[in-house]
């Protein structure tokens, strides 16, 4: 069974640094598109950043040039590096993948549990 795990996640100040990481587990055979999405108590979810290389990347207009998005593809691993963090960054974000378990079937979308990132002072 495919698992993300994700983990990084706590409580910051305005202007700190957090660096979430998400790891796809179990047996599969390969992972294609990942990326971040954040829910806030009382919004939707919303896309924060998508990779499918390094120079495939996507963010949303809201933090662009704060957040960078990188894969280790040896370790099915996608980080999210977290930096000038806001109040309104504070959301729970949830780790997601495409990912084809066998080489005949369809890539699958993942979900990870969600860790919680708190921006306050």
């Known amino acids: 069974q495919v698992r993300l795990v994700e983990s990084g996640g706590g409580s910051v100040q305005p202007g700190g640094s957090l660096r979430l990481s998400c790891a796809a587990s179990?047996?599969?055979?390969?992972?294609?598109?990942m990326g971040w999405y954040r829910q806030a108590p009382g919004k939707q979810r919303e896309l924060v950043a998508v990779i499918i290389s390094a120079s495939s990347t996507n963010y949303a207009d809201s933090v662009k040039g704060r957040f960078t998005i990188s894969r280790d593809n040896a370790q099915n691993t996608v980080y999210l590096q977290m930096n000038s963090l806001k109040p309104e960054d504070t959301a729970v974000y949830y780790c997601?993948?495409?990912?084809?378990?066998?080489?005949?079937?369809?890539?699958?979308?993942?979900w990870g549990q969600g860790t919680l990132v708190t921006v306050s002072s």
């Open positions: 179990g047996s599969f055979f390969d992972v294609n598109r």
């Open positions: 997601n993948a495409n990912i084809k378990a066998t080489p005949t079937t369809w890539y699958l979308e993942h």
